[in-house]
C-alpha cells in the first residue's frame, strides 16, 4: 500500500461520502453542502491524475461558478415560493432497482475488460501544453464553445426575465 | 489487494454515476435534479480523465474534459432559468406537478 | 479536397443550404421577402452544374469517376465513413436537379406572389434542393438514407404548405406516412447489408457482392427491401396512393418535387445500386414498375382533374423508368428519368399557368366556388395563352413519343431493351412486361392528347371564363419556354449513351472473378430489337393520338357515351382501382381489430348472458330475479372494470413525467443488457 493508494481511498472515500450525502438527504442546504464536497473530492481525483489544470478550472468552475448558481436557485425558490427546505422523493423502489442494475452492469463492463495496465509517465504540468492545443489543434471547438457559452448567457437571462412570455 | 489503476478511478466514476441517476430519477424539486446531472457530469469526466492518464499518451482526454466542465456550465444556467420559468408559470418547482404532457 | 471538380460540387450542394439557413431566420425582413436569395442561389449552382458538364462533354470519358471521403463515425468495428461520389450520372443529375429547381423558383416568384408564407415556401424549396443534391452526391447507403428522408421532410413540408386547407395537411401526412413504410423496408435492406458485409459505401458493397460474400436469397431479399424505399418514393404499386394527393401542394412544388427529381429518386437509387440486384430482383423491379406503369396509366384516362391527369401520368412514367432497370436497360431507365423530368416539369408548370390564369379569371368574376383546375370548365385556351400551349403541346408530344421530340429517344430505348430481355431470356413474363409497356405507350398518347385538346382546343366552356383568361407574366414563361426546348431537343446526340454505360458487377470484384462475364447479346439481336420497337412504339403512339383525336377534337365519338356504354369499367377506372378505399378497409381492420373483438365479446357473450338470465328472470321469482340482477350487473361492471383498468393501466405509462421516461429508458437498458447476456 503506497501513499498514492491511501490518498485515493482516503479522497475517493470522501467523495463517495459527499454524494451519498447529497442524494440520500431530504434538506436542500445539506444536498447543495453534500454536492460542494463532492466536486472537492473530484478535484482531488483529478489532481492524483495528474491533471493540475483540470482540478483547478474544477473548482473554479464548479465550486465557484455552478454551485453558487444552484445556491442561488435554491434561495431564489426559497424566497419567491416560500417553499419548506426539504425536498421529497418519488419513485424510490423502482429506482434503486434499476440504478443497482446499471450500476452491476457498469462494473461488469469495467472489471471484464482487459485494460492495459502500464504505467505511465510522471505528472508533468499541463497547463501551458493545454493551452498550445487551445490555439492550434482544438481551435475551432474552442471557438464555438466560446459562442455557446454567449448564448447560454444570453438564453440565461432571457429566459429569466420575469416578465418572460 | 492489487495497486490502484484505473480500473480504481472508473469504478469510482460509476458509482458516482449511478448516484447521480438516482437523484435525477427520484428527486422532487427540479433544483437537487439538477445537483445530480451535475454528479453525473461529473462522473463522466473523471473517465475521460482517467483514461488520459492511463491509455492516451496525448492530452486529449484532457481537453474533453476541460469543453464538458465549460458545456456543463453553460447547461447549469440554462436549466436554472427555466427551472426559474416552470415556476413562474406553476408556481411550484416539483417536477411531478410538471406532468402537461400526460396521456 | 484539392481536386476543382469535388469544390465545386460541394458549393453546389452547400449553397442552397446556406440560402436556407438565411431565409428560415431572417427571410421575411429581407427585401422582396428574400426570394431572390434562395434563386440565385440555385442559380449559381446551376452555372456550375453546367460547367462541370460541359468538362463532361469535353472529356467524354465513360469511365469518370471521383470520390473523396472521410471518417465519421468509428466505433470498433462500425466504420461509417461519408463521401462524395462524382461520376457522369452524377453530373447529369446535378444539371437536372439545379436546371429544374432553378427554374421552379422562378417561376414561383409569379405563382406564389401574395402568398401568406412567401418566405417560408423559398426557405423550403431551398432545403429541398439541398437534400436532393445531397442524395445524387453522397458514396453510400447510410448517407444516401440521411438524404432520402431529408427530401421526404421537405416534400411533407411543401405539400401541406397551405395547412389550413384540411385535404392539404392530410394530404401531407399520408405522403409522410406512405413514404415511411417503403423506408422502413429500405433501413430494413441496408441493415442486412451492414450486417453481411459490415460497411455501407456503394463500392465497398459492392466489391462484397462481387467477391460473393452476400449472395443467393439473402442478396435478392436485401435488393427488394432496398427496392421498397424506391417503391415508397417513386410511388410505385402498392404505394402509389400518396402522389395523386401530394398535388394539394402548390403546383411548382408539384413540378419540382412530385414530378422531376424527388419521385425520381427511387429509380436514381435503383440505378445506382443497379450490380447490387440479382437477377430474381431484378424481375420483382421490373415487374412492379410494369404494374405501376399500366394501372395508373388506366386511370388517367378518367380524371378530370388537370393536376391528377398529370399524377398519375408521372406515376406511370415512373413505372416505365423501373420497369427499365427490371429488365436491363440501365441506360435507357435513366435516359427516361433525364428527358422525363424536363417534360413533366413543364406539363406541370404550364398546368400551373393555366390554372393561374383560371384563378385569376374566377377572381374577377367574384366566383370563389369553381375548380380552377377541372378540365370541363376550361376549352378554346389557345388563342388565350399561346406560349403556355405551345410548349404544353411540345412536352405533350415528347411524352407521348412522337418522334424527334425528347421523350421519342428515351421511351423508344425503354422498349427496346424491354424487347431485347423478352427475345433473349425466354422467359414469359419479360414477354409480358414489353407488351404492357406497348400498350402503355398507347394510352399516354391517348390520354395526354385528351388533355390537351380538353384544355385548349374545342369551345370554351365557359365564355365570360374564357374572356377573362390571359397569358402568365413573363417570370412564368420564361421557364416554360426553356423546358420547352429541352423538351424538343433533349434527346439528341448519343452522348448519353456513351457517357452513362451500365456498370459490370464483375469490376467490382477484388478476388479472381467469381462469375465469368456473361457474354453481351450480340449486336445484331439489339439492333433488330431497336428498329422493332421503334415502329411498334411509333405505331403505339399514333394510334393513342388517333383515337384521342377522334374523340375530342372531331368528335367523332362521345366520351361520355362510351362513359355510359362501359360503365363498371369506368366507374372502377375513376375511382382509381379503389385503391384508396380498400387501403382504408384494411386499416380500419386492423386498427378496430381490438375493439370489433370487444365488440362482439359485448354483443354475444355478455348479451347472451343477460339474455339468458333474463329467460330465468321471467319464470323465476322475485327473489331469483333480485339474485339474477346482482350477478348481471356483477358481469356487466366486471367486463367495464377490466377494460377500464387496461385503459388506466396503458394510460399510466404516458405520465407526462420526465423522470418517469428516464427510468423506463434505463430500465429498458438493463433489461436488454440482461437479455443479451442470457441468449448471447
Known amino acids: ?165 | ?103 | 479536397m484539392d481536386n476543382p471538380i469535388l469544390t465545386q460540387a460541394l458549393i453546389v450542394l452547400l449553397l442552397p443550404l446556406a440560402a436556407f439557413v438565411i431565409q428560415i431566420f431572417v427571410g421575411k425582413r429581407l427585401p422582396r421577402q428574400g426570394d431572390w436569395l434562395p434563386t440565385s442561389a440555385i442559380f449559381i449552382g446551376l452555372i456550375l452544374a453546367i460547367t462541370l458538364f460541359g468538362r463532361m462533354l469535353a472529356n467524354y470519358d465513360p469511365a469518370f469517376k471521383i470520390s473523396h471521403r472521410f471518417d465519421w463515425i468509428n466505433i470498433g468495428s462500425l466504420q461509417i465513413s461519408f463521401g462524395i461520389l462524382i461520376d457522369n450520372l452524377t453530373v447529369i443529375m446535378l444539371v437536372v436537379v439545379t436546371l429544374v429547381s432553378a427554374l421552379v423558383h422562378l417561376f414561383s416568384i409569379g405563382y406564389m406572389h401574395g402568398d401568406v408564407r412567401y418566405s417560408r415556401y423559398f426557405a423550403y424549396l431551398a432545403i429541398f434542393s439541398f437534400s436532393m443534391l445531397g442524395l445524387v452526391l453522397v458514396d453510400n447507403f447510410f448517407g444516401i438514407y440521411i438524404f432520402w428522408e431529408l427530401v421526404g421532410l421537405s416534400s411533407y413540408l411543401l405539400i401541406g404548405h397551405w395547412y389550413e386547407k384540411k385535404s392539404a395537411s392530410d394530404a401531407a401526412i399520408k405522403a409522410f406516412i406512405t413514404t415511411r413504410i417503403g423506408d422502413i423496408g429500405m433501413l430494413i435492406g441496408i441493415m442486412i447489408i451492414l450486417a453481411t458485409l459490415g460497411t455501407f459505401g456503394f463500392d465497398e458493397v459492392f466489391a462484397g457482392v462481387a467477391d460473393g460474400k452476400l449472395s443467393g436469397g439473402l442478396l435478392t431479399f436485401a435488393g427488394i427491401m432496398i427496392f421498397f424505399g424506391a417503391i415508397g418514393k417513386s410511388a410505385q404499386f402498392p404505394l402509389h396512393v400518396w402522389l395523386p394527393d401530394a398535388m394539394e401542394g402548390p403546383t411548382p412544388v408539384s413540378a419540382l418535387i412530385h414530378a422531376a427529381t424527388m419521385v425520381a429518386a427511387g429509380v436514381y437509387l435503383v440505378g445506382r445500386t443497379f450490380v447490387f440486384y440479382s437477377a430474381d430482383a431484378l424481375l420483382f423491379i421490373g415487374v412492379i414498375g410494369t404494374i405501376t406503369a399500366f394501372i395508373a396509366a388506366t386511370i388517367a384516362i378518367t380524371q378530370m382533374d388537370i393536376k391528377k391527369v398529370l399524377a398519375y401520368s408521372t406515376i406511370s412514367q415512373l413505372g416505365y423508368m423501373v420497369a427499365a432497370l427490371g429488365v436491363g436497360g440501365y441506360m435507357a431507365g435513366l435516359f427516361h428519368l433525364m428527358t422525363h423530368a424536363f417534360f413533366k416539369a413543364l406539363l406541370f408548370l404550364g398546368s400551373g399557368s393555366v390554372i393561374h390564369a383560371m384563378h385569376h379569371a374566377y377572381h374577377e368574376l367574384h366566383d370563389h366556388h369553381s375548380d380552377p383546375q377541372d378540365m370541363r370548365n376550361m376549352g378554346g385556351l389557345r388563342t388565350k395563352m399561346p406560349i403556355t400551349f405551345a410548349t404544353m403541346l411540345a412536352a405533350t408530344c415528347a411524352i407521348s413519343g412522337v418522334p424527334f421530340f425528347a421523350g421519342f429517344f428515351s421511351k423508344d430505348a425503354i422498349l427496346a431493351a424491354a424487347l431485347e430481355k423478352a427475345l433473349t431470356s425466354h422467359n414469359p413474363i419479360h414477354m409480358v412486361i414489353f407488351g404492357t409497356l406497348l400498350l402503355c405507350a398507347g394510352i399516354t398518347a391517348f390520354y395526354m392528347f385528351r388533355l390537351v385538346y380538353l384544355t385548349f382546343f374545342g369551345e370554351p366552356a365557359k365564355k365570360e371564363v374564357h374572356h377573362h383568361a390571359q397569358e402568365s407574366p413573363t417570370v412564368m414563361t420564361v421557364p416554360l419556354i426553356v423546358l420547352g426546348v429541352l423538351a424538343v431537343a433533349g434527346g439528341y446526340g448519343h452522348w448519353f449513351e456513351d457517357l452513362v454505360t451500365k456498370p459490370d458487377l464483375a469490376a467490382y470484384a477484388t478476388t479472381a472473378l467469381v462469375s465469368p462475364a456473361v457474354p453481351e447479346a450480340g449486336h445484331e439481336a439489339a439492333h433488330t430489337a431497336h428498329t422493332m420497337a421503334m415502329w411498334l412504339s411509333i405505331f403505339a403512339a399514333g394510334l393513342g393520338i388517333l383515337i384521342s383525336t377522334a374523340f375530342y377534337y372531331w368528335k367523332k365519338f362521345s366520351a361520355e357515351a362510351m362513359a355510359e356504354r362501359f360503365k363498371p369499367v369506368y366507374n372502377f377506372l375513376w375511382n382509381k382501382w379503389y385503391f384508396d378505399e380498400l387501403y382504408a378497409k384494411t386499416v380500419l381492420a386492423g386498427t378496430h381489430l381490438f375493439s370489433r373483438i370487444s365488440g362482439w365479446f359485448d354483443l354475444k357473450v355478455i348479451d347472451g348472458l343477460v339474455n339468458g338470465v333474463a329467460k330465468i328472470t321471467v319464470l323465476g321469482s322475485r327473489l331469483s330475479g333480485w339474485n339474477d340482477n346482482k350477478i348481471v350487473d356483477g358481469l356487466v361492471n366486471l367486463t367495464a372494470n377490466v377494460v377500464g383498468w387496461f385503459g388506466a393501466t396503458l394510460r399510466e405509462v404516458q405520465t407526462g413525467r420526465v423522470q418517469n421516461y428516464i427510468l423506463m429508458a434505463l430500465g429498458a437498458v438493463v433489461l436488454l443488457y440482461v437479455l443479451q447476456l442470457a441468449f448471447a
Open chain 1, 1 to 165: 500500500m503506497t501513499s498514492f493508494d491511501v490518498m485515493f481511498y482516503v479522497i475517493g472515500a470522501l467523495t463517495l461520502l459527499s454524494a451519498v450525502i447529497m442524494v440520500f438527504s431530504k434538506n436542500i442546504i445539506l444536498n447543495a453542502i453534500g454536492l460542494l464536497f463532492t466536486f472537492f473530492g473530484v478535484a482531488g481525483i483529478y489532481v492524483m491524475l495528474g491533471a493540475d489544470f483540470i482540478a483547478a478550472t474544477q473548482l473554479l468552475i464548479y465550486v465557484g461558478g455552478i454551485l453558487v448558481l444552484l445556491l442561488f436557485g435554491v434561495m431564489l425558490s426559497q424566497r419567491i415560493t416560500g417553499l419548506e427546505m426539504r425536498t421529497g422523493t418519488l419513485q424510490v423502489v423502482p429506482a434503486a432497482i434499476v440504478c443497482v442494475g446499471i450500476a452491476a452492469i457498469l462494473l461488469r463492463i469495467i472489471l471484464t475488460t482487459p485494460w492495459p495496465q502500464a504505467k505511465v509517465a510522471a505528472p508533468a504540468p499541463t497547463t501551458s501544453k493545454i493551452g498550445e492545443l487551445f490555439m492550434t489543434t482544438y481551435l475551432i471547438p474552442f471557438e464555438i464553445v466560446s459562442v455557446l457559452l454567449l448564448a447560454a448567457l444570453v438564453g440565461a437571462a432571457f429566459l429569466g426575465r420575469r416578465d418572460a412570455r
Open chain 2, 1 to 103: 489487494m492489487m495497486p490502484v489503476g484505473l480500473t480504481h478511478f472508473l469504478v469510482l466514476g460509476a458509482i458516482l454515476f449511478c448516484l447521480g441517476l438516482l437523484a435525477v430519477i427520484t428527486k422532487r424539486n427540479a433544483v437537487t435534479v439538477l445537483m445530480g446531472v451535475e454528479l453525473i457530469i461529473n462522473a463522466a469526466n473523471i473517465n475521460f480523465i482517467a483514461f488520459a492518464r492511463y491509455l492516451d499518451k496525448d492530452l486529449d482526454g484532457q481537453m474533453f474534459g476541460v469543453f464538458v466542465i465549460v458545456i456543463a456550465a453553460a447547461s447549469a444556467a440554462v436549466a436554472l432559468a427555466i427551472v426559474l420559468n416552470i415556476y413562474q408559470r406553476m408556481r411550484s418547482v416539483n417536477l411531478d406537478e410538471a406532468d402537461s404532457l400526460a396521456g
